[in-house]
Nanobody
């Protein structure tokens, strides 16, 4: 199994930026393609961004495309989510997830390991 720990969340003003980190430990062999999801109060968990094992392919939800960037450092076993031009609508708990697959995946069911989440709050 792989353990995932998110960090970097916080409270920021609209238009500001945050960088989330997800550190993987344990059986990182089981952490190939990676993704970020978020869940706001009263809403279902939704896809935000994903990246292939090599980092060569990425995918983004339409709501964050052009503002968020996912990246990874396989030497450090860490995945990042750079969030720019944050909006109040981005307020949610952000979760890091790992898939055993190599390709980009965007469905919840494609990810077998999840972090505990980190809170991101964007004030207007």
């Amino acid at each position: 199994q792989v353990q995932l720990v998110e960090s970097g969340g916080g409270l920021v003003q609209a238009g500001s930026s945050l960088r989330l980190s997800c550190a993987a430990s344990g059986r990182t062999f089981d952490s190939r393609a990676m993704g970020w999801f978020r869940q706001a109060p009263g809403k279902e968990r939704e896809f935000v961004a994903a990246i292939s094992w090599s980092g060569g392919s990425t995918a983004y939800a339409d709501s964050v495309k052009g503002r968020f960037t996912i990246s990874r450092d396989n030497v450090k076993n860490t995945v990042y989510l750079q969030m720019n031009s944050l909006k109040p609508e981005d307020t949610a708990v952000y979760y890091c997830a790992a898939s055993r697959g190599l390709r980009v995946a965007v469905a919840l069911a494609d990810f077998g390991s999840w972090g505990q989440g980190t809170q991101v709050t964007v004030s207007s």
